[in-house]
């Protein structure tokens, strides 16, 4: 089970935190996080290896967003920079080969 949080409202060139606690074997699976904004499919915005040593990124928000993870803490981690009013979407971590894993999601919205 995946759980996420932190979202909210931001004004554009804002910063937002958002976490993923998750159950289970979390330290077993590379995880990703993905975001859908209104009327559009799933898009994918990072993604981390089990051990935390290996990220990647969406061109859009790659040099704005840094991806981590605590394995103690079965936690999943999305910092987020500089954020654009396109940037607004729910926000949902899920395993990286499993996207149907994700939680709940987080409503992120970046208005001013």
């Known amino acids: 089970q995946l759980v996420e949080s932190g979202g909210g409202l931001v004004q554009p060139g804002g910063s937002l935190r958002l976490f993923c606690v998750a159950s ?3 330290r077993n699976y590379a995880m990703s996080w993905v975001r859908q904004a209104p009327g559009k499919g799933l898009e994918w915005v990072s993604s981390i ?3 935390g040593g290996s990220t990647s990124y969406a061109d859009s ?3 704005r967003f ?3 993870r605590d394995n103690a803490r079965n936690t999943l981690y999305l ?3 500089s954020l654009k009013p396109e940037d607004t979407a ?3 971590c ?3 080969m499993n996207w149907s894993s994700r939680g709940q999601g987080t409503q992120v919205t970046v208005s001013s």
Do not use: L
Request: hydrophobic fraction near 30%.
């Open 61 to 63: 928000v790659k040099g």
């Open 79 to 81: 910092q987020m920079n």
């Open 90 to 92: 729910v926000y949902y």
């Open 24 to 26: 289970g074997s979390f």
């Open 49 to 51: 290896d089990n051990s």
């Open 66 to 68: 840094t991806i981590s």
């Open 94 to 96: 899920a395993q990286q």
